[in-house]
């Protein structure tokens, strides 16, 4: 497992842009497959983005697809989210989580190491 903590949340306009960052302990997070879900209130938590080892696979859950940029820096142990064209319903905690593998992975279940989530706050 790796350790991880999530920063960049905070309160934007809609339409405005808000940078997530999940910085990761330990020297093999290069194997890892990150994933950052949000969970709103009553709501189920959701995978938005998800990226793998290399960087070189990425998906996007249809309600961000084209707003949400996921990216990874392994030489940093950094994945960031780049959000942009915020909507109120992207309000909710963001989480970014982990997972040993190859693939990218999309299921809240699949990931064993997890962060403590940063809230993001969009008025309208």
């Known amino acids: 497992q790796v350790q991880l903590v999530e920063s960049g949340g905070g309160l934007v306009q809609a339409g405005g842009s808000l940078t997530l960052s999940c910085a990761a302990s330990?020297?093999?997070?290069?194997?890892?497959?990150v994933g950052w879900f949000r969970q709103a209130p009553g709501k189920e938590r959701e995978c938005v983005a998800a990226?793998?080892?290399?960087?070189?696979?990425?998906y996007y859950a249809d309600s961000v697809k084209g707003r949400f940029t996921i990216s990874r820096d392994n030489a940093k142990n950094t994945v960031h989210l780049q959000m942009n064209t915020l909507k109120p319903e992207d309000t909710a905690v963001y989480y970014c989580?982990?997972?040993?593998?190859?693939?990218?992975?999309?299921?809240?279940?699949?990931?064993?190491?997890w962060g403590q989530g940063t809230q993001v706050t969009v008025s309208s």
């Open positions: 330990g020297r093999t997070f290069s194997s890892y497959g």
């Open positions: 989580a982990a997972k040993s593998g190859i693939y990218t992975y999309t299921r809240r279940n699949e990931y064993d190491s």
């Open positions: 990226i793998n080892w290399s960087g070189g696979l990425t």
